[in-house]
C-alpha cells in the first residue's frame, strides 16, 4: 500500500555531494518513520540513517555521522538524505524504508522499500 522510489543517485567524485530523494505514493508518510539503507557489491544491506514520523529525532550509522543529514518533508510525502564529504566507501545501492509507528535502525522492522539508487564514488 505504500511504495517508495528513490532518486538522485549518481557518480560523483571523493570529497563530492549527493542529495537523495524518496517519494511516497498510497498513503501518507505522516505516521511513519523512515529509514535509509545502503547495500555494496557482496555485502549485505546496512542500517544508514532514521528519523521519527515528527522528525524530532534522528539516527546515523557511526561511519556516516557528520557527513550525511536525514529529513523529511511529511506535506510532500517524501523523504531526503543529504551527502556530503563522499569517499568511495559509500559507493553502494541506496534504499530508503518505511514503517509505521517508532523510528528503527534494524533493517528487518521496515515493511515497505523503494527500489534503489546507485551512488558512485571515484577516488
Known amino acids: 500500500q505504500v511504495q517508495l522510489v528513490e532518486s538522485g543517485g549518481g557518480l560523483v567524485q571523493a570529497g563530492g555531494s549527493l542529495r537523495l530523494s524518496c517519494a511516497a505514493s498510497?498513503?501518507?508518510?505522516?505516521?511513519?518513520?523512515m529509514g535509509w539503507f545502503r547495500q555494496a557489491p557482496g555485502k549485505e544491506r546496512e542500517f544508514v540513517a532514521t528519523?521519527?514520523?515528527?522528525?524530532?529525532?534522528?539516527s546515523y550509522a557511526d561511519s556516516v555521522k557528520g557527513r550525511f543529514t536525514i529529513s523529511r518533508d511529511n506535506a510532500k510525502n517524501t523523504v531526503y538524505l543529504q551527502m556530503n564529504s563522499l569517499s568511495p566507501e559509500d559507493t553502494a545501492v541506496y534504499y530508503c524504508?518505511?514503517?509505521?509507528?517508532?523510528?528503527?535502525?534494524?533493517?528487518?522492522?521496515?515493511?515497505?522499500w523503494g527500489q534503489g539508487t546507485q551512488v558512485t564514488v571515484s577516488s
Open positions: 524504508a518505511a514503517k509505521p509507528g517508532i523510528w528503527s535502525t534494524v533493517l528487518r522492522s521496515y515493511y515497505y
Open positions: 528519523i521519527t514520523w515528527s522528525a524530532s529525532n534522528t
Open positions: 498510497g498513503r501518507t508518510l505522516s505516521t511513519y518513520a
